[in-house]
């Protein structure tokens, strides 16, 4: 790469944050982040370098696309819509490791990228760019400029491919701005954290329930997977109370300034929280805590005599199959020493035959002898 590549990024026309429209927020579709999870491990898994990407969507309005309100109130800007990303696509994207502000984007990729998805999907358009970040990198504001030649307030969205915190979601979304101050000094770029968050449509819910069936953990039961829902829960909330804390102990110990919109939010916030001293309720509870504990114990009881009764079960079948073992083993004894007996009452027949074969035998020979005699006796 060299310096003459970074020079394709030429800024379009900037434009004040007077003029700029800021969504209310930037609703991420599971395709977007299953295709931005793909992009990195096909091309950049190896060598760990973020990958960066076209978003295409649709900007909506009190039901409207493509139709973002204006308005401003001292310098701030107000939301102007909900961004929809429902779709995004991958871009050739090199960048020196050694010099951020050396990188190259090929524009001809994405305009005929872009042609294409035009012509499957009209109404998708051009809202921002993805990278893998992790985080804000040099040149994320001149290839900002970049996107500005295909839609006027481009979007970055920041997709973690490798999520640490299970609390949170792998999103961050961005939008370049020009900060004007009241000193006259020159004004600058820099990027304005925009409120992201994960939707689907029900066609998608189903897919990615479908892929999710491939990866789930079948031996975790329905009750874990609330339970561990419930406790994830609640970790996000203690999570966002600390944050809040700090804030306060910051705006506090003057290490920030005072914010009146913040101050009443809070306020608002905590007048909502309900009166946890009043009897009525506190009775309530208790009621309602002793009802659970009892449902508890009583489970409890039933599963430990379940228990005792499978022992008691496991004992007799084991019983009865030691009987039955011993039964079989005690009729082989007796039919094995039966069929002894008859062999042996067999073997005791024949040779008794063969004694009295051979006393007939032998009383033959000495009646054969004495006819012989006494006939040789009458010659004489």
């Known amino acids: ?33 299953l295709s931005a999870t793909d992009h990195y491990m096909r091309v950049n898994k190896e060598t760990s370098k973020r990958v960066v990407g076209v978003l295409l969507g649709a900007k909506e309005i009190a039901g409207e696309r493509d139709s973002w309100k204006v308005t401003t109130h001292e310098g701030q800007y107000s939301q102007a819509g909900i961004l929809n990303v429902t779709n995004s696509f991958a871009l050739p994207f090199e960048e020196d490791s050694k010099d951020p502000k050396i990188w190259f984007l090929d524009h001809n990729y994405l305009e005929n990228m872009y042609a294409m998805f035009k012509k499957v999907n009209a109404r998708e358009k051009i809202v921002g760019w993805y990278s893998t970040g992790p985080k804000i990198r040099t040149a994320d504001l001149e290839i900002n400029e970049v996107f500005k030649k295909y839609t006027k307030n481009p979007v970055l969205v920041i997709i973690d491919v490798h999520p640490q915190d299970e609390l949170g979601i792998p999103t961050d979304a961005y939008m370049a701005v020009e900060e004007v101050k009241d000193d006259g000094t020159p004004t600058r770029r820099s990027f304005q954290h925009l409120p992201s968050e994960i939707g689907a449509e029900e066609a998608e819910e189903i897919g990615v329930e479908h892929l999710l069936r491939d990866i789930k953990d079948t031996t975790v039961s329905t009750l874990a997977e609330r339970v561990h829902a419930k406790l994830t829960s609640l970790k996000g909330l203690k999570a966002r109370l600390e944050d809040i804390q700090q804030y306060l102990e910051a705006v506090a110990a003057g290490k920030m300034p005072v914010n009146h919109e913040v101050s009443f939010l809070l306020q608002e916030t905590f007048n909502l929280l309900p009166n946890l001293n009043v009897q009525e309720l506190v009775q309530a509870f208790s009621v309602k805590t002793n009802d659970m504990m009892l449902v508890i114990y009583i489970s409890s009881l039933i599963r430990s005599v379940i228990a005792l009764h499978n022992l008691i079960n496991n004992k007799l079948a084991l019983k009865d ?60």
């Open 1 to 33: 790469m060299a310096n003459s590549v970074a020079a394709n990024a030429t800024p379009a026309t900037q434009l004040s944050t007077h003029l700029a429209a800021v969504p209310t927020s930037v609703i991420v579709h599971p395709l977007v982040l």
């Open 321 to 380: 199959a030691e009987n039955e073992g011993d039964k079989k083993e005690t009729d082989k004894k007796e039919s094995d020493k039966k069929e002894g007996d008859k062999k042996e009452g067999d073997k005791k027949d024949g040779d008794k035959k063969d004694a009295d074969k051979k006393d007939a035998d032998k009383k033959e020979k000495d009646s054969e002898k004495k006819d012989k005699s006494s006939a040789k006796e009458s010659d004489k």
